[in-house]
């Protein structure tokens, strides 16, 4: 079975560039959840959607960054325009939740961004 | 709201030796409790969780924790600690009766070193 994919792995941007990180869930999943790992803040959740619906967005730092889900498979966080401290590693998880219940969230490989 | 605590930074251990790696939380009502390992350069990969029933639970790898409700803690733990194992164990929490929905909180991360 394929986990969940992220692309690209690695990305080297200039300052004021736009960036869009991709997802792809697993299949069957319907929560996918967008993370960013730094040394400082450790592993922040930004966004989390369930069955293509953001039903919390509260760890967005600011209205640079954006994130989508058009459709149960794809996903893509969006930094328009992109700062140096923006630089971490960008986790994508899903899982399958229903209502009154939990499951595991499977995280993909994360793409590593470098804002320069 | 629910937190979770990792108290140690680093855990070392000789190969064969048991490792203990420890976890405490703080929730509202009885919680959903999770360990992932992070390898580097890779996204974190699921160990185990607990949600009801056995208050030890056994995962992947060998590792399993045991959940004690009177200490709040879910430490994990491993009988006979590999070179391998070697890696970054995060704990994490989720409380099903908030209206944190679907989020996990996750600690800050333990690294583990296992010395030959």
Known sequence: DA????????????????VTLRCKPISGHNSLFWYRQTMMRGLELLIYFNNNVPIDDSGMPEDRFSAKMPNASFSTLKIQPSEPRDSAVYFCASSFILAGATD???FGPGT????? | AQSVAQPEDQVNVAEGNPLTVKCTYSVSGNPYLFWYVQ??????QFLLKYITGDNLVKGSYGFEAEFNKSQTSFHLKKPSALVSDSALYFCAVRDPGKSSGDKLTFGTGTRLAVRP
């Open chain 1, 3 to 18: 986990g969940v994919i992220q692309s690209p792995r690695h990305e080297v941007t200039e300052m004021g560039q736009e």
């Open chain 1, 112 to 116: 590593r961004l470098t804002v320069l």
């Open chain 2, 39 to 44: 390898y580097p350069n890779r996204g974190l």
């Open chain 1, 104 to 106: 595991t969230q499977y």
